[in-house]
């Protein structure tokens, strides 16, 4: 199973900044797609960002301009750098990999799997 520990959320204010941080460990033999979601309450679960192997990261409109994400294949680790935040960014995001394990030194087909999530509260 693919281990994803999130850090980095917390409580901010009105305009200010967070970099929320993931690290994914476990038996691991390629990650593919990293990324970001989140969910506020009473909502459903939506995209914020997505950094692939190859390419350019995707972003959700919202997130244009003000979330950076950037990627680290060597330590296995996806970072969302989030600035000029307000009160609609206030949710739990999840990180999020595709990606493959080795099992008896074979490689699985690849997976989703997802962080437990960290509460990010921005006040007003």
């Known amino acids: 199973q693919v281990h994803l520990e999130e850090s980095g959320g917390g409580l901010v204010q009105n305009g200010g900044s967070l970099r929320l941080s993931c690290a994914a460990s476990g038996g691991i033999f390629s990650i593919y797609t990293m990324g970001w979601y989140r969910q506020a309450p009473g909502k459903q679960r939506e995209l914020v960002a997505l950094?692939?192997?190859?390419?350019?990261?995707k972003y959700a409109n919202f997130a244009n301009g003000r979330f950076t994400i950037s990627r680290d294949d060597a330590e296995k680790t996806v970072s969302l750098q989030m600035n000029s935040l307000n009160s609609e960014d206030t949710a739990v995001y999840y990180c999020y990999c595709e990606a493959s394990m080795v099992r008896g030194g074979i490689a699985q087909a690849p997976g989703n799997y997802w962080g437990q999530g960290t509460q990010v509260t921005v006040s007003s």
């Open positions: 950094a692939p192997t190859v390419g350019s990261p």
